[in-house]
């Protein structure tokens, strides 16, 4: 069963912008803590942006002030607008909900989606 889509990814050249979105097909999104993640080539999935249910963004040195996200619980979307994209953003971005321990880790919770590719290049 597919509860994550991802779409709005494309071929951009730096300094260009794109706006991802992800519909989060989960009865209790509204209650949930969300993330943004993508995996470049070579490289591990990693967590780039994350988001609390009253809508509490945190993100990684690398995006921080270039990336925004946000979330819509009336739509049971979130989104990822993402400027002055770098040949470095390249990769595949996927969505998720979050379940955060007592130490304060995330990790997903639902099966991943297709995601979404974005490839930066001059």
């Known amino acids: 069963q597919v509860h994550l889509v991802e779409s709005g990814g494309g071929s951009v050249q730096p300094g260009e912008s794109l706006s991802l979105s992800c519909v989060v097909s989960e009865v209790i999104f509204h209650i949930q803590e969300l993330g943004w993640f993508r995996q470049a080539p070579g490289k591990q999935r990693e967590l780039i942006a994350s988001?609390?249910?009253?809508?509490?963004?945190n993100y990684i040195p690398s995006v921080k002030g270039r990336f925004t996200m946000t979330r819509d619980n009336a739509k049971k979307t979130m989104y990822l607008a993402m400027d002055n994209l770098k040949p470095e953003d390249t990769a595949v971005y996927y969505c998720?909900?979050?379940?955060?321990?007592?130490?304060?880790?995330?990790?997903?919770?639902?099966?991943w989606g297709q995601g979404t590719q974005v490839f930066v290049s001059s």
């Open positions: 998720n909900t979050l379940i955060q321990d007592r130490t304060g880790d995330y990790t997903p919770l639902l099966a």
């Open positions: 988001m609390t249910t009253s809508g509490l963004a």
